[in-house]
């Protein structure tokens, strides 16, 4: 503890982050060289095989159109409830409770929730039936079309919760200046409002997009082995296989190399959002 004109400030010695750095270091950092020193155990032949395999081609592809589309549904609906409650949580918090919730319930849980919902006796299906609307058999929950009301319904309150800072950050006194200033609604929307939550709202795109690539155990539970999907192709040469697992870790690679990219993205966009939005 050291005294300051303004206080008493706590000082904690350095080593005391010797049991995080530790930890770091066996979850994160030595299975990512793991990972990486394993999917080339066989060397450039076994990129070969894994870049000339259909399979794994076909869940590369699903799983980035799967991330792209629910990505784009997600960012829209979700920076849309953000502007509307921003300025109106100190009276309403619950809402962010329930935001808070549905963004971070995944899994088992969820794939419960949904089957209990969409499945083929789910509560949804029930009562459309009995207005005349038949979801099955056109309908199937272990598809992409299933999975993709599935990652909705946790992406669209993620995208909501991390863009709700930079829609609150927005100043009444804007409005009232480009008011004053002859400006309608829709000439401030995209001429003051739009270039400053631009970068805000990419970069919370891009954490949308992240969520959904990686997805895996809300995936796997609800279609099973169903839907060929990157990170279901990882986990079932990592579970089931015994003579593939360096499939799994180029697999694994290739996901970490797009998730990197992404990352940038965020990285470049958040640093711009922050010199509107500090």
């Known amino acids: 503890m050291s005294g300051t004109k303004k206080g008493w400030r706590l000082e904690l010695p350095p080593l005391l982050t010797v049991p995080y750095l530790v930890l770091c270091a066996f979850f994160l ?8 020193g394993t999917s080339f155990q066989d060397g450039f032949s076994g990129w070969v095989r894994v870049m000339q395999n259909s399979t794994y081609f076909t869940a590369l592809k699903q799983s980035l159109l ?23 949580l100190k009276r309403h918090g619950w809402f962010l409770a329930i935001l808070n919730f549905a963004a971070h319930n995944g899994g088992i849980s969820l794939a419960f929730a949904i089957m209990a919902t969409l499945g083929t006796n789910g509560m949804l ?45 927005l100043r009444q006194d804007w409005r009232e200046a480009a008011s004053t200033l002859g400006a309608g609604r829709l000439q401030y929307a995209f001429r003051v409002a739009g270039p400053v939550l631009l970068p805000a709202y990419l970069s919370s795109a891009a954490l949308v997009f992240l969520q959904a690539l990686g997805t895996y155990a809300t995936a796997q ?58």
């Open 125 to 169: 299906t029930i009562l459309l039936k009995q207005v005349g609307i038949d979801l099955y058999p056109g309908f199937q929950l272990s598809s992409i079309q299933g999975l993709h009301w599935a990652y909705l319904s946790f992406l669209i309150p993620f995208m909501s919760m991390i863009f709700l800072p930079a829609a609150g950050a």
């Open 29 to 36: 950092i030595f299975p990512l060289v793991a990972v990486i």
């Open 221 to 278: 539970a609800i279609s099973g082995n169903n839907v060929n999907l990157l990170t279901i192709q990882i986990g079932y040469l990592i579970q089931q296989s015994l003579f593939r697992h360096a499939d799994a870790n180029a697999l694994s690679f290739i996901l970490l190399i797009m998730m990197v990219f992404v990352v940038l993205i965020y990285r470049s966009a958040n640093r711009k959002a922050a010199r509107w939005l500090e």
């Open 66 to 88: 799967l991330a792209v589309w629910t990505t784009a549904e997600a960012s829209v609906a979700g920076a849309a409830l953000a502007l509307v409650w921003a300025h109106r």
